[in-house]
């Protein structure tokens, strides 16, 4: 057994080296008589700017651990340590084929997963190599050619390979220290462990997934770039089988459908083939891109320490008016603005950063809640197009050059003017951007940035600039499933992730991944033993 102890703070600069010695006096032992100490978690506190403290969360063992809680039974911040490891994989080979569709973090933890218990993995991806990938997106980004294969959103590691890399999630499970560890054992930072908002940066992100590629590689499974699933083959009442670019078919027990959010010829697919499909949520609006120097500013204070990191934030506005939530989303501190693009006549516009975070510019999106009820259609696709018709005005309005539209924050707002620079690539060109947007869209943001500005005195700038549009911010619809992570329509088929319209980030595909992967280990199992 071993404890945590939570909330110990220490002024930034202060050596962690400490902490011993203050838990020891805390807990009332000697320093001599704390075991296997380490640190679990560290946060940044900057409550008190420009004044700022570090946060850490401490394991430790001890001789008498039983009556160290009992006579510290007052203090909510000792506990037992909790872990919950990943059920180690069973030895051996199985001849269950599954086929795994797409390589972003769902689909890569999936098939490791899989590997892992000796099922006979194929692992397919439309894009490319993240190697090529990267020569395609710096292609596009320089001379605006769209490879429509081989972009932001669809390759080698999903769309969160042209991100920040963040690694934090709202979720709470034990797994996810292992999508964590395993990141590390492929030359992602150690500090991602203790971090309380651990990123990776998508500098060192490119570098993770090709030691997770050798990977899957030793483990056997079968790799195919540049091959789309385009339908799947069913015989008995469930999936035998899938599709490959319209004329292979890969004989598979369980098809795991990890399509990412921008898959809308798969979405397309599901529907004709009569998969069941759920409208959902989702948020459109605008990248905000400010200096990082003035968000460093409004979030540490005017005098804050030099050494610590580009600062992030949280917005959020309840709309009265509409019923809308209106928030800022994938913040990316010391980063660039870039074009996600990935259709030939659409614009789509994103966050990237880098692991030191050492851009002069620091941007979010700024987007606003979109419901199945402001489609024309009542089509389950009716959000595609909804996003779609956003992003080919942009597209006009740039000129067909896939320059984004963007205009001056202050401008946007109506009190007053300023310039129009931004970092995004291949560039910008300015326009009234509430002209392009639905009109709820632009007046819930432009209701929405008066509150913004109670929240961080500052955010309202003429030094700030809106770029458009921001319409990926998760899948518009469900692929239905039941409590065993298959499809309530087509048994044998197991959506996951982010595209199926069960994850929001890289951690909770990874683990939406990892847990429909268990399961089907578990069904496998089960067959075992009857």
Avoid at 470 to 497: D, V, W, Y
Wanted: hydrophobic share 40%; proline share 6%.
């Amino acid at each position: 057994m071993a404890l945590w102890l939570r909330d110990i703070p220490l002024e930034w600069g202060e050596d962690p080296a400490c902490l011993p010695q203050r838990v020891a006096r805390i807990v009332g032992v000697t320093p001599d008589r704390l075991g296997n100490f380490r640190i679990i978690r560290r946060s940044l506190d900057a409550r008190r700017k420009p004044r700022l403290l570090q946060v850490f969360t401490v394991e430790f063992g001890v001789d008498d651990e039983a009556g160290l809680l009992l006579r510290l039974s007052d203090n909510p911040r000792l506990q037992t340590a909790i872990e919950t490891p990943l059920p180690a994989p069973a030895p051996g080979t199985s001849p269950h084929r599954a086929l795994v569709g797409g390589m972003g973090p769902a689909g890569l933890f999936a098939a490791l997963h899989l590997a892992e218990c000796g099922v006979q993995v194929t692992l397919v991806e439309r894009g490319r190599p993240v190697e090529s990938r990267l020569r395609d997106v710096e292609r596009f980004w320089a001379t605006g050619e769209l490879d429509v294969n081989s972009n932001v959103q669809f390759g080698e590691g999903g769309a969160g390979t042209f991100s920040d890399g963040k690694l934090s999630t709202r979720l709470n499970h034990p797994w996810l220290r292992h999508v964590l560890a395993t990141l590390v054992a492929c030359g992602a930072q150690e500090e991602i462990l203790i971090e309380a908002k651990p990123h990776i940066g998508t500098d060192r992100l490119r570098l993770v997934l090709i030691r997770l590629r050798e990977r899957l590689k030793i483990l056997g499974v079968e790799l195919r770039y540049e091959t789309c699933l385009t339908d799947f083959d069913v015989a008995g009442g469930k999936i035998v089988g899938g599709v490959l670019d319209d004329n292979e078919l890969c004989p598979c027990q369980s098809l795991i459908l990890a399509p990412g959010h921008s898959a809308r010829d798969t979405y397309r697919m599901l529907a004709e083939r009569g998969v069941a499909l759920e409208p959902k949520e989702f948020a459109v609006g605008v990248r905000v891109e400010h200096p990082r120097e003035l968000i460093d500013r409004i979030q540490y204070g005017n005098r804050h320490p030099r050494n610590v990191p580009a600062a992030d934030y949280a917005l959020r506005y309840n709309d009265a008016e509409s019923g809308r939530g209106v928030y800022s989303f994938c913040m990316c501190p010391g980063g660039e603005m870039i074009n996600s693009a990935s259709e030939a006549d659409g614009v789509v516009v994103n966050g990237m950063s880098r692991a030191e975070r050492d851009g002069l510019y620091s941007n979010s999106a700024l987007v606003v809640t979109v419901r199945p009820a402001d489609w024309p259609h009542a089509s389950v696709l009716g959000g595609v197009e909804f996003q779609r018709r956003i992003e080919q005005a942009a597209f006009r309005s740039g000129g067909g050059s896939f320059h984004a539209p963007a205009q001056n924050l202050m401008a946007f707002a109506g009190r007053g003017e300023g310039p129009c620079r931004s970092s995004c690539h291949p560039g910008v060109r300015e326009t009234d951007l509430a002209e392009l947007l639905p009109a709820f869209v632009a007046s819930g943001l432009r209701r929405a940035l008066p509150h913004f500005e109670r929240q961080m005195r500052g955010f309202l700038t003429n030094e700030a600039v809106l770029v458009g549009f921001e319409t990926r911010t998760s899948a518009p619809l469900r692929i239905a499933r039941n409590e065993c992570g298959e499809s309530i329509s087509h048994p044998g088929l197991f959506p996951a992730g982010e595209g199926a319209g069960y994850a929001g980030g890289i951690m909770s595909a990874a683990l939406d991944g990892l847990k429909v992967a268990d399961r089907i280990i578990q069904r496998l199992h089960e067959k075992e033993c009857q």
